[in-house]
């Protein structure tokens, strides 16, 4: 905040009004969901949400109500810092919750660690190209390389390349380079909710694939343990177990 001109002061009084408010939606979030919600669920989702726009809420209209005495439109400042934390609660924080440990560890593994950080190296190159060429139509690349690392690093490369991306974007626009700075916005809010809607796009996209390359890879999981359970039941058994297809072939005699 005092970056962008505001007093120390009134800095303060912004940044204690976020910090509410992430205090509030995760009291909210731990009354009616747990300790270690899972944003994969629908119900649970529908509650997260709920719980971030009214904390959202609330914190935007004490910024405003401050804000309005520097002779900053009401209703602009609530309705901006709303949309503004409500995107960044929505997008950032499941984002930041699927960076567990196993998934880290999944992501970084000797032999996919090189391949994972070079794709989202070449995410950030993307955005990168698109902040410095912006009269290019290059966006579409970066859903492209989403969806890639979503793909090959599921939960943990979405939340990884969400986060780069969000980083690499607001880089840009305080270098003054970003897609916003060519076409002249000069609202730094304005800026922030542009970024923070294409995460959201990028999160839509990314998590979906994420969540359904986790899930198979659970599944071959555990269906090898089972396989595996029985073959060592089949094997060990004193029994002699028989498998006979439609055919009555024999497919299978235990030893």
């Known amino acids: 905040d005092m970056l962008s001109g505001d007093t ?6 912004l940044s204690f009004c976020n910090s509410v408010e992430i205090t509030a939606c995760a009291a909210m979030v731990y009354r009616f969901i747990g300790a270690k919600p899972d944003l994969s669920r629908p119900r649970q989702l529908a509650i997260y949400a709920g719980a971030v726009v009214l ?30 934390d409500t995107l960044g609660l929505m997008v950032v924080v499941p984002a930041l919750m699927a960076l567990d440990r196993p998934g880290l560890q999944f992501f970084l593994t000797p032999d996919k660690r090189l391949r994972n950080l070079g794709m989202v190296a070449v995410l950030v190159t993307m955005i990168a190209l698109v902040g410095l060429q912006p009269h290019h139509q290059f966006t579409y690349l970066i859903f492209a390389a989403l969806m890639v690392i979503a793909y090959k690093g599921e939960t943990t490369g979405a939340a990884v390349g969400l986060l780069a991306t969000g980083g690499a974007f607001m880089t840009l626009t305080a270098l003054g380079v970003g897609p916003g700075a060519a076409k002249g916005h000069g609202d730094p809010m ?6 923070q809607l294409f995460m959201l796009a990028g999160a839509v996209i990314a998590f979906p694939i994420a969540g359904a390359m986790t899930r198979r890879r659970e599944l071959q ?33 235990s030893p």
Request: proline fraction near 3%.
């Open 8 to 13: 120390p002061l009134a800095a303060t009084i």
């Open 190 to 195: 304005q800026e922030a909710i542009l970024v």
């Open 55 to 84: 904390a959202s809420a609330a914190a935007a209209s004490v910024a405003a109500t401050w804000l309005a005495h520097g002779h900053h439109p009401f209703l602009r400042s609530l309705v901006e810092w709303t949309l503004a």
């Open 221 to 253: 999981a555990a269906l090898a343990v089972t396989a595996r359970d029985f073959q060592m039941l089949a094997e060990n058994s004193t029994d002699v177990i028989v498998r006979i297809d439609t055919d009555l072939t024999v497919v299978y005699v």
